[in-house]
């Protein structure tokens, strides 16, 4: 499609009905995916478990912890799920696996033992995860290059609402309704029900349909998971920066209370304190990462906060209170900035018939990076005991590959058609 067909297309503001459902569905996914993680030590009470630390954790070598692990790399999936929206269209795929994976939600409320309860939620993991994806993509395609690092910017606030809403909303369910994780689940009825309603604000973005109508130039490629051989450098690049950032996101985040607590004996209110004020950092991130990758172009505005969270994660667990509240606050906004540019630079360097493919392929390195950087994270600061020399192990790598953002186009001022033509085969 040449740039003047841009022209043509019915393109949007980041306020338009389209983005502002994503951002919807972001709140419910945000919520049934954090759900496992807010209520895991409940989880783990009701079904017999030992609910301390380790099961507050969640990684070590016990029951849980190999719950965990299916939960994590059950979110793989999203791979070949994500690629669907490529052949079949991104609404028909966003509110597919959205229901399913909400469905799946509410009905591990009902699992009668804890490998019930991890097959139910794995089963819905790579649902979700894929819906998210796409979900990006959608928030991309309906909107010009003027709008679209807001667009993706309300898209991430509104999963990182879902994150929250989990955390409030879990103390009234145990402490006024006394329902524990079952509770918490069955909440995700709310959402769903709501579906239809939302479904109704989505359209097909007119990119897609356009490509979809000019059948003759649909690559035909073998498999769900392929991407155009002249695409493939740059998708393994933006594969191993992502793999690098949640190789150290995977492990600084899960082990930042039981260090922070178990270690350095800061007490529950003061952390409880830090995460406030994270949640204003991280949205601080997103306006900056926005502000960033608009002014500064696509790969600076990834580059710095990408740097940034390999520092932050040496910063937590350098051996003091103050390092660990400064270092969770640099590590909040540097995620909210790089949600924001990366984002924008993922979606814009693929053309139309392998977007939602390549964002398959990030959602699934960002799952292996993050089981990567746990289990060398956990397995360094066990043989060494020290936590600082483990971080060190997952944050330096990081901090390297951010040279890699580098050797991509930059796409800043660009529309998709621009950027990334389609490719005639």
């Known amino acids: 499609?040449?740039?003047?067909?841009?022209?043509?297309?019915?393109?949007?503001?980041?306020?338009?009905?389209?983005?502002?459902?994503?951002?919807?569905?972001?709140?419910?996914?945000?919520?049934?995916?954090?759900?496992?993680?807010?209520?895991?030590?409940?989880v783990a009470t009701a079904f017999g478990a030992d609910g301390g630390d380790a099961a507050a954790v969640g990684l070590s070598a016990t029951t849980v912890g190999i719950g965990l692990a299916i939960i994590r790399f059950a979110s793989l999936g999203a791979l070949p799920l994500s690629s669907v929206a490529d052949r079949y269209g991104r609404r028909r795929v966003l509110i597919g696996t959205m229901a399913i994976g909400l469905s799946l939600t509410v009905l591990a409320a009902a699992s009668p033992t804890f490998w019930w309860f991890v097959a139910i939620i794995a089963l819905g993991r790579p649902l979700l995860t894929a819906a998210n994806a796409v979900g990006s993509v959608v928030a991309s395609e309906e909107t010009r290059s003027e709008h679209r690092t807001?667009?993706?910017?309300?898209?991430?606030?509104?999963?990182?609402?879902?994150?929250?809403?989990?955390?409030?909303?879990?103390?009234?369910?145990?402490?006024?309704?006394?329902?524990?994780?079952r509770g918490v689940f069955a909440f995700a009825l709310v959402p769903?029900?709501?579906?239809?309603?939302?479904?109704?604000?989505?359209?097909?973005?007119?990119?897609?349909?356009?490509?979809s109508e000019r059948g003759t130039t649909r690559p035909?490629?073998?498999?769900?998971?392929?991407?155009?051989?002249?695409?493939r450098r740059r998708l393994w690049i933006l594969v191993t920066l992502t793999f690098a950032?949640?190789?150290?996101?995977?492990?600084?985040?899960?082990?930042?209370?039981?260090?922070?607590?178990?270690?350095?004996?800061?007490?529950?209110?003061?952390?409880?304190g830090a995460v406030i004020a994270a949640g204003l950092l991280g949205l601080i991130g997103l306006l900056l990462g926005r502000w960033s990758a608009d002014r500064l172009g696509r790969r600076v505005g990834s580059l710095m906060p990408h740097v940034l969270i390999a520092?932050?994660?040496?910063l937590i667990y350098s051996g003091s209170p103050a390092g660990v509240v400064s270092g969770y606050w640099a590590g909040a906004l540097a995620q909210g900035a790089y949600g924001t540019?990366?984002?924008?630079?993922?979606?814009?360097?693929?053309?139309?018939?392998?977007?939602?493919?390549?964002?398959?392929?990030?959602?699934?390195?960002?799952?292996a990076g993050a089981v990567a950087g746990l289990v060398l994270f956990g397995a360094i600061s066990d043989a060494m005991d020290s936590f600082v020399i483990a971080a060190l192990s997952v944050c330096v790598p990081c901090a390297v590959t951010a040279i890699g953002y580098l050797p991509l186009p930059e796409t800043r001022g660009q529309e998709l058609e621009e950027s990334a033509p389609e490719i005639a085969v």
């Open 341 to 367: 540019a990366f984002g924008a630079l993922s979606t814009e360097v693929f053309p139309t018939s392998n977007r939602a493919t390549a964002q398959g392929w990030l959602a699934a390195a960002g799952v």
């Open 1 to 42: 499609m040449p740039p003047s067909a841009t022209q043509r297309l019915n393109l949007h503001s980041w306020l338009h009905r389209t983005v502002v459902a994503v951002a919807l569905l972001g709140i419910a996914c945000g919520f049934a995916q954090y759900a496992v993680t807010a209520s895991l030590s409940d």
């Open 150 to 181: 807001k667009a993706l910017a309300l898209a991430i606030a509104g999963y990182g609402i879902g994150v929250g809403a989990v955390s409030v909303l879990r103390i009234p369910i145990n402490s006024l309704f006394g329902l524990g994780f």
């Open 245 to 272: 950032f949640n190789f150290v996101t995977g492990p600084v985040n899960t082990f930042l209370f039981f260090y922070a607590e178990g270690e350095l004996g800061i007490s529950r209110a003061s952390m409880a």
């Open 220 to 231: 035909r490629l073998r498999g769900l998971t392929a991407v155009h051989p002249t695409l």
């Open 192 to 211: 769903l029900l709501a579906l239809p309603l939302i479904g109704r604000l989505i359209s097909e973005p007119d990119r897609f349909v356009v490509f």
């Open 311 to 314: 520092a932050s994660g040496v």
